[in-house]
């Protein structure tokens, strides 16, 4: 069976794949690298590395075309790559038809570009369309890790997998705002959800991107405190998305009653 309670530590973005699907940039910065590049990325694999913690980065397809050695870092790390998207799409808006390309071209990307094929999926936005499970599932994909049943980990109807996670694991949800949350209000924050988990049993998934925690060395030191009470905690296991996925395929997903706790309590 799975351990009584997990903890999964994942990364959302890369670069400038957002702001070009957004439409705010045409392609990467000319001569000097992305920020999240030059100092986001290598301030998380450090971290990790710290902790000697597995991961799962979530990235756009667009990447392995325009920053190949940056997707491919992560696999040489041994780290899990997951697709995103091609250029941060707001996935739950898509049509059938164009959803199934880009799923497609962002994948043939990434796994060029790592020479591995990504298997776990999240959605920008957070949430999926109604073809989302067959369009992954057509492509081989084994999990997905968008906006799900709370935190509850399950084996969806089409036998895609699924790691969710909520909003107030999302370091954008806390800094993301007109006045941004005080660093020592998401670690406590964090913290609080982490021991209940240890307590309760259950799954507690973060979400940080290298362009609001990578780059900021106050929110790097509440990912570090967080990954640093999950190791120490011996109730506590912690497994990448695409290990959790596996364990809930193969029917040795430990179910905690109550149900598992969330990242907010």
Known sequence: ????????????????????????RSGPRPGVADPSLS??????????????????????????????????EVVRRRHELGMHGWAHEPWHELDAATEEALAERATAALAHAAGAQPV??????????????AVLRRLGYRYDASLGDGMRPRVLASGLAQVPFTWTGVDGFH???????RPAEVRDAWLGALA?????????????HAFLTGV????????DAVIAAARSDSRVQIRTAGEIAQQLLDHRWEEPCPNPASPSG
């Open 196 to 208: 209940r988990v240890a307590e309760r049993g259950g799954l507690f998934v973060l979400v940080c």
């Open 1 to 24: 069976m799975m351990p009584h309670a997990v903890a999964c530590f994942t990364f959302d973005n890369m670069a400038e794949a957002a702001e070009v699907g957004a439409g705010t």
């Open 216 to 223: 900021n060395e106050e929110r790097l030191a509440v990912l």
């Open 120 to 133: 776990g999926f999240r959605a920008p936005g957070g949430s999926r369309t109604p073809h989302t499970e």
């Open 39 to 72: 100092r986001g990325y290598p301030n998380l694999y450090r971290v990790l590395a710290t902790h000697d913690v597995r991961a799962t980065f979530f990235v756009e397809g667009w990447n392995g075309i325009h920053h190949p050695d940056a997707v491919a």
């Open 175 to 181: 800094y993301l705002r007109p006045e941004p949350a």
